[in-house]
């Protein structure tokens, strides 16, 4: 069955990704607005362990890379791009990378299972074969 031209597990996926994008606009958007951490209830001291003296870099690496990054993997993704899946599954991918860091870096966050919930989503349904072969000139 196919809904909007799309497979349901590519649209899953897509909704997946584009959960992840809003929660990195917003989150990244307030760590560059407020690199203290203040906004969105995160203190300096946190910090303590990585090389950052504030959340800027981490905010602007989150607004772009998870951000605006997973956002155009959706629109490739709905658009039937080839290469969509396997950005999708690279964004899953940075994703755990991300926590990992995170985690190296003492954070203890109430994200943190959402997050790796919507990475291990990511990476599982980015190599389904129906993602895969997913493609806008497919017969029903």
Same mark, same amino acid.
């Given at each position: ?8 597990? *590519? $649209? ?39 090389? &950052?003296?504030? @959340?800027?870099? /981490?905010?602007?690496? $989150? &607004?772009?890379? &998870? ?7 959706? @629109? !490739?993704? @709905? ?16 994703? =755990? ?9 003492? &954070?203890?966050?109430? *994200?943190?299972? $959402? ?9 599982? =349904?980015? *190599?389904?074969?129906?993602?895969? !072969?997913?493609?806008?000139?497919? /017969? /029903?």
């Amino acid at each position: 069955m196919r809904l909007r031209g799309r497979h349901p597990e *590519t $649209l899953a996926l897509i909704a997946v990704l584009a959960q992840l994008s809003v929660r990195a606009l917003v989150g990244g958007a307030a760590l560059i607005a407020a690199p203290s951490g203040r906004i969105v209830g995160l203190s300096p001291a946190a910090l303590g362990r990585t090389p &950052f003296a504030d @959340y800027l870099v /981490p905010g602007i690496v $989150l &607004f772009a890379v &998870f951000g605006v990054g997973s956002g155009a993997v959706c @629109y !490739g993704l @709905y658009a039937g791009r080839e290469r969509a899946p396997a950005a999708a599954a690279a964004v899953g991918l940075a994703l =755990l990378g991300w926590l990992a860091v995170e985690a190296l870096a003492g &954070f203890d966050r109430p *994200t943190l299972w $959402l997050n790796l919930a919507t990475a291990v989503a990511a990476v599982a =349904l980015a *190599t389904r074969p129906a993602v895969r !072969g997913d493609d806008r000139g497919a /017969p /029903p």
